[in-house]
């Protein structure tokens, strides 16, 4: 089985601290994604990632930023926390073949930014 | 613009009766569609996709879903409603023509509540 893992369930920042959010996955995955979850907006793309080193914004990414150092692993920064990304965070991966692919979640991190 | 939509933020139904969560999705030609779910807490789950042929796809759990391409619906459908089905339920689909990248539009989100 699939398992994605994301580092913290819950945590809590202050504003202007700098966050990191990590995403692992153990099935050699080439893409990766961030989002976010929040009650009525469904889940929204922050950033993805198709390869190592690669990445493309989605559709929020400002006040946030990527790395991929490692094929596995995926990790979101806030690089001054706000108030408003409050919310929860969920990391999929997924093979790649033209978007026929599902992808697999992690459990999420609920992030309270105070 | 390309968008996913779930028109009905809740849906209510008993247990044993049937159920249908709504989708529609507006892209220009044909798309991957797929249905994700959603237990308290945790995070989304795979439940069927369809890719291409056959309109009735079906998934984990006993659900089932029908591409009608006319209507450009993708409804998700259960035969007898259980009370651990209560969930949240999300479309999603990748338009034709976007990267290989597996990129997907998601819906807003259905909340099924099935009662005993």
């Known amino acids: 089985d699939v398992k994605v893992t994301q580092s913290s369930r819950y945590l809590v920042k202050r504003t202007g601290e700098k966050v990191f959010l990590e995403c692992v996955q153990d099935?050699?995955?080439?893409?990766m994604f961030w989002y976010r979850q929040d009650p009525g907006l469904g889940l929204r793309l922050i950033y993805f990632?198709?390869?190592?080193?690669?990445?493309e914004k989605g559709d929020i990414p400002e006040g946030y930023s990527v790395s991929r150092e490692k094929k596995e692993r995926f990790s979101l920064i806030l690089e001054s926390a706000s108030t408003n990304q409050t919310s929860m965070y969920l990391c999929?991966?997924?093979?790649?073949?033209?978007?026929?692919?599902?992808?697999?979640f992690g459990p999420g991190t609920r992030l309270t930014v105070l | 613009a390309q968008s996913v939509a779930q028109p009905e933020d809740q849906v209510n139904v008993a247990e044993g009766n049937p159920l249908t969560v709504k989708c529609t999705y507006s892209?220009?030609?044909?798309?991957?569609l797929f249905w994700y779910v959603q237990y308290p807490n945790r995070g989304l789950q795979f439940l069927l996709k369809?890719?291409?042929?056959?309109?009735l796809v079906k998934g984990s759990y006993g659900f089932e879903a029908e591409f009608n391409k006319s209507q450009t619906s993708f409804h998700l459908k259960k035969p007898s409603a259980l009370v651990s089905d209560s969930a949240l339920y999300f479309c999603?689909?990748?338009?034709?023509?976007?990267?290989?990248?597996?990129?997907?539009?998601f819906g807003q989100g259905t909340t099924l509540q099935v009662k005993p």
């Open positions: 892209v220009s030609g044909n798309p991957y």
């Open positions: 099935m050699d995955h080439e893409n």
């Open positions: 990632s198709y390869d190592v080193k690669m990445k």
């Open positions: 369809y890719i291409t042929g056959d309109n």
């Open positions: 999603a689909v990748k338009p034709p023509g976007w990267s290989n990248t597996g990129k997907l539009i």
């Open positions: 999929a991966s997924s093979l790649p073949s033209g978007g026929r692919n599902e992808q697999f």
